[in-house]
């Protein structure tokens, strides 16, 4: 992840602890109830991309990427004295920013990076987990609660609900340097992080490198049960360059079987990053990031498919074009359709009679488009893509505004997909082609322009 140094000079291992309750209790009393206690939980569950870069980005690049990225979940550093953004350099991380990314539908991320291993060199001169083993590490375990009432109270403070998950980044150390209590105060400290705050109503994460911390949480989770396990596991592990260009669309257990069983942390309780830090560009705004891919909780859910006119089929890989005289299930579902617009009253059967004609001509007159009582690709498009809302729609997605999207991308560009309202690779394909084709910027997201143009039925 991206952060390297503490703020803090060299300190004694006393006066570390001293300072770190003495923060705990300011915070305690500083911070009062919830901001923004409407705010919902995050990330909850969700099958997706994600983004981190240490520095809490502007709202005018929140706004650009949400449009025109892939991603809709984002890292957020929020605590710890071992972030390289401090909260002197996290000047946009506020409770309104917060806010205002949950209402916009971003899943955040909220992480700490706080005591790291003590056997991890990079830190020797910050703080650091306590190796000390009297006591089964009792002050390793104090620092882990400690951390874990600081990052809450933290949270509260911006807006970040109970039931949320909290991470904490236990930084990559070379496996063979990893000592016996380097190793067990690690342990000693996760747990009491996971265990503090599932007292206080949150959500357990922990971010690491496969090859060391990861590995290591699995094999305790495994064979010490003495151990509290986070809920959720955020592994590190970077593809090679030549699958950059193919980022993951899942992360199979036995891919990563080396480092962890594959009955760890499933299911829906793993995330990935599979590339460090790197420049990506969207929309005109480049930022340098690490890239993730999500598969929490339930995952993406596509919802009910409501049932309309009783249930008919209204879902096809392709609509064909229909005019008077036909009679096939398309036009069931167009009269349907047209039924539910209140612009045809008649019985909702196979056959295309004239009053079909008046009502595709009243459609077709009301969203400028060719009068013809014929019904084409282009009143299609514009037919199936109509609904109560426009919002913004990708990889990640589901529900109705998804099974519409999807509806009329087999109208407007024949694209053959399921309409199963879960935004995939395949829909993200088909809009990508939708968007070439009319002009558009091929983002692979659906947002207001792309709305636009299906309503036009533009091809």
């Known amino acids: 992840m991206l952060h390297s140094v503490s703020r803090r000079g060299a300190r004694t291992t006393s006066a570390v602890l001293v300072a770190l309750v003495a923060l705990a209790t300011a915070l305690t009393a500083a911070v009062a109830a919830p901001a923004h206690g409407a705010n919902r939980v995050t990330p909850g569950g969700f099958t997706g991309y994600g983004f981190d870069q ?18 809709w979940a984002v890292g957020v550093y929020i605590a710890g004295d071992s972030r390289f953004c401090g909260d002197d350099k996290q000047t946009e991380l506020t409770p309104q920013w917060v806010g205002t990314q949950l209402r916009k539908g971003w899943r955040l991320l ?31 375990r104090e620092q882990g609660r400690l951390e874990a ?44 992080w996971t265990r503090t705050l599932h007292k ?18 699995d094999d305790a989770r495994v064979s010490s049960p003495k151990y509290a396990m986070p809920d959720r596991i955020w592994i590190a592990e970077w593809v090679k360059p030549e699958s950059y260009r193919r980022p993951p669309t899942a992360t199979p257990p036995s891919l990563l079987s080396q480092f962890i069983a594959d009955d760890g942390w499933l299911p829906g309780n793993r995330m990935r990053q599979y590339r ?40 096809f890989p392709r609509y064909r074009a229909v005019a008077s005289g036909a009679r096939s299930a398309q036009v069931h579902a167009l009269k349907c359709f047209l039924k539910r617009k209140k612009l045809y009253g008649g ?67 024949r694209a053959g997909l399921p309409v199963d309202g879960v935004f995939g690779p395949s829909t993200t394909a088909a809009v990508r082609t939708y968007q070439r084709e009319v002009g558009l910027r091929s983002t692979g997201v659906v947002a207001a322009d792309t709305w636009a143009r299906l309503a036009a039925g533009a091809l």
């Open 347 to 413: 019985k909702v059967n196979a056959f295309y009679n004239r009053g079909t004609v008046r009502a595709v001509r009243r459609f077709q007159e009301t969203r400028g488009l060719g009068v013809t009582g014929r019904v084409g690709r282009s009143t299609w498009t514009v037919l199936l893509s109509e609904g109560r809302s426009e919002p913004v729609v990708k990889i990640g997605s589901g529900g109705a505004p998804v099974r519409r999207v999807q509806r009329a991308l087999n109208a407007a560009v």
């Open 149 to 192: 009432r600081d990052t809450v109270q933290r949270a509260k403070a911006l807006g970040i609900v109970p039931g949320s998950t909290l991470w904490y980044d236990l930084e990559h150390v070379v496996p063979t340097s990893i000592t016996p209590r380097c190793r067990a105060s690690a342990l000693a400290f996760l747990s009491a």
């Open 54 to 71: 240490c520095i809490t980005q502007s709202q005018e690049v929140m706004d650009t990427w949400l449009t025109t990225s892939p991603y």
């Open 110 to 140: 909220p992480i700490t990076v706080g005591p790291q291993a003590s056997c991890a060199v990079r830190y020797k001169d910050k703080v650091r987990i306590r190796p000390n083993p009297a006591d089964d590490y009792a002050a390793a």
């Open 276 to 315: 460090g830090g790197h420049d990506e560009t969207y929309g005109g705004v480049t930022v340098n990031i690490d890239t993730n891919y999500l598969d929490l909780g339930p995952g993406t859910r596509p919802g009910k498919a409501a049932k309309l006119c009783g249930g008919i089929r209204v879902d």
């Open 200 to 217: 206080l109503d949150y959500v357990s994460g922990m971010y690491s490198s496969a090859s060391s911390w990861i590995s290591i949480l």
